[in-house]
C-alpha cells in the first residue's frame, strides 16, 4: 500500500516501486492548507474515476473527468480516501487502504492541526 503521511505542512503519498511502476510516478504531495475534506469511500466510485491519463493498471494513475483530475491508487477489495483538495496539479486524490477509516480520521487531525496554527512571518 502506498505511504500517505502528512509532515512538514504536507500530504505526501509515497509509492513504492511496484506500485510507481504501475501509477506512473514516484509520489505526490499537497499543501496541507489546500485540503477541504476527507472521506472514506467503501467502493462506490470505484467505476466511477473518469479516463485514464497515466498509469499501466486500471483503477492506478491519473484520471480526468469533467475538467477535475484525480490521482489513483486503489487495489481491489479495499476501501479507499478520498482526499478532496484545492491544487493546481489535482481535484482529489484516492488511495485504497485495509484501514483507511484509521488513516482518514489520523489525516483529519493533522490536517485541522495544520489549519489552526498561525502563520509565522
Known amino acids: ?12 503519498v509515497e509509492l513504492r516501486l511496484s506500485e510507481r511502476i504501475k501509477a506512473g ?5 499537497v499543501e496541507l492548507w489546500r485540503v477541504k475534506f476527507i472521506l472514506v469511500d467503501e467502493g462506490e466510485r470505484r467505476n ?12 492506478t494513475g491519473a484520471f480526468m473527468r469533467r475538467g477535475e483530475r484525480s490521482f489513483v491508487y486503489w487495489p481491489k477489495r479495499t476501501p479507499a480516501i478520498t482526499i478532496q483538495v484545492l491544487d493546481p496539479s489535482w481535484s482529489e486524490i484516492i488511495i ?6 484509521e488513516l482518514a480520521s489520523a489525516l483529519r ?11 509565522a512571518n
Open 48 to 59: 466511477k474515476l473518469g479516463t485514464q491519463q497515466e498509469g499501466r493498471s486500471s483503477h
Open 96 to 101: 485504497g487502504d485495509e484501514n483507511a477509516k
Open 25 to 29: 510516478r514516484k509520489s505526490l504531495s
Open 1 to 12: 500500500m502506498p505511504k500517505v503521511f502528512a509532515q512538514d505542512g504536507l500530504l505526501t
Open 109 to 119: 487531525l493533522e490536517v485541522a492541526k495544520a489549519k489552526s496554527e498561525p502563520l
